[in-house]
């Protein structure tokens, strides 16, 4: 039984504990939140025995190890490492964090302490891209990846009327890319690598973040297009394209169904039976690593998690989006070369 702390009492953090309850080898024993009063309320209403409002005091309890954070992208790293120096697993919502630099020292301290850091990305965990992985040569040599994510902002309405939330706030690292981009590139680094070139465009808000953007990417023989969006909704899906057929997949974030178009006219439904609860295939990884005394994901690694950041990187210095954790990693960098 792994013992787990929480860092985020949001609606992300009770998804994850509704899958958790579906989970073996899962226990629920902490509950950090700044708000001391939140915490406890959360606890209670979890079953969680024990509440934090220092964040110091809950990475060293001896109540749990490991720890989920869905705290917002910006603190991220700082959490993440905090608990492992005191040795912590850390299961982290996407994106992993701020920045390649900021991944680049969460990797490092994961290493240095022996402890598991995985990045919460479930797309790639899914029965459903399973199915897309294993179908992936009967469509031939692909030529196009084309991954579609619009979701209209319950918070963009606020946003018009003259309030800023955290969804589009830069001081939180947020915006259309970081959210909702990543869930798309993600899939595409993990079937096809790191891309040769990319070409990056947005549409900046003035609060600093991006409200929709798209992404394209370079390989040989093949093209990728990433499209996303806050401030719009889309109703198409995604699709990987072959010489031979296609794969069109209903939601890149989450397929829930997949199917297969041949050239010769023929279709077939590739569709995997799949738990609603998306988020517990995340965890049973998460889970079946430490089982395995393992302390790196095959699937969500270290690398990949790296490779996707850069790509969201390169598209950030594109589009002109920079985020406070930019410059605060680049004073770190700029110190650590005078030394």
């Known amino acids: 039984m792994i013992r787990f702390g929480i860092i985020g009492t949001n609606w992300i953090t009770e998804a994850f504990l509704k899958a958790a309850a579906l989970t073996e080898g899962f226990e629920l024993t902490s509950v950090y939140s700044r708000s001391e009063d939140k915490a406890r309320s959360f606890a209670a209403q979890w079953g969680a025995a ?5 964040l110091e005091a809950f990475a ?3 109540h749990l190890d490991a720890v989920y954070i869905a705290s917002p992208t910006s603190l991220h790293a700082e959490q993440a ?3 492992m120096r005191h040795g912590k697993h850390v299961l982290c919502e996407k994106p992993l964090a ?7 020292a969460m990797v490092a301290t994961s290493q240095a302490h022996g402890v598991l850091l995985m990045e919460a990305l479930k797309t790639t965990l899914l029965p459903n891209f399973e199915a897309i992985r294993e179908n992936l040569p009967r469509i031939g040599k692909v030529r196009r990846y084309v991954a579609n994510y619009g979701q209209y902002s319950s918070r963009y309405d606020a946003y018009k009327q003259g309030t800023v939330l955290n969804a589009f706030d830069p001081a939180f690292s947020n915006g259309s890319l970081m959210d909702l981009g990543v869930y798309g590139v993600y899939p595409l680094i993990t079937l096809f690598g790191p ?24 390989y040989p023989g093949m093209e990728a297009v990433v499209m996303h969006a806050k401030i719009t909704n889309s109703s198409l899906p995604s699709e ?29 439904d590739l569709t995997r039976p799949q738990d609603e609860q998306t988020m517990v295939y995340e965890l049973r990884e998460f889970l079946g690593i430490l089982e395995r005394g393992e302390r790196e994901s095959s699937v969500n690694s270290h690398l990949r998690s790296l ?14 989006l920079v985020f406070p954790a930019d410059l605060k990693a680049a004073a770190a960098s700029s110190s650590e070369g005078t030394r």
């Open 60 to 62: 060293a309890s001896p």
């Open 240 to 268: 990987i394209q072959g010489e031979d057929g296609s794969l069109v997949i209903d939601k890149i974030s989450q397929p829930g169904r997949v199917e297969l178009y041949l050239r010769d006219g023929s279709r077939e």
């Open 195 to 218: 891309p040769q070139k990319v070409l990056a465009t947005g549409v900046l808000l003035e609060s600093g973040v991006d409200g929709e953007g798209s992404v394209l990417m370079t």
């Open 307 to 320: 490779q996707t950041m850069q790509v969201l990187d390169e598209a950030r210095r594109q589009i002109g």
């Open 81 to 83: 490492m905090l608990c």
């Open 50 to 54: 024990h509440s934090y409002s220092d």
């Open 98 to 104: 701020s920045n390649a630099h900021e991944i680049e």
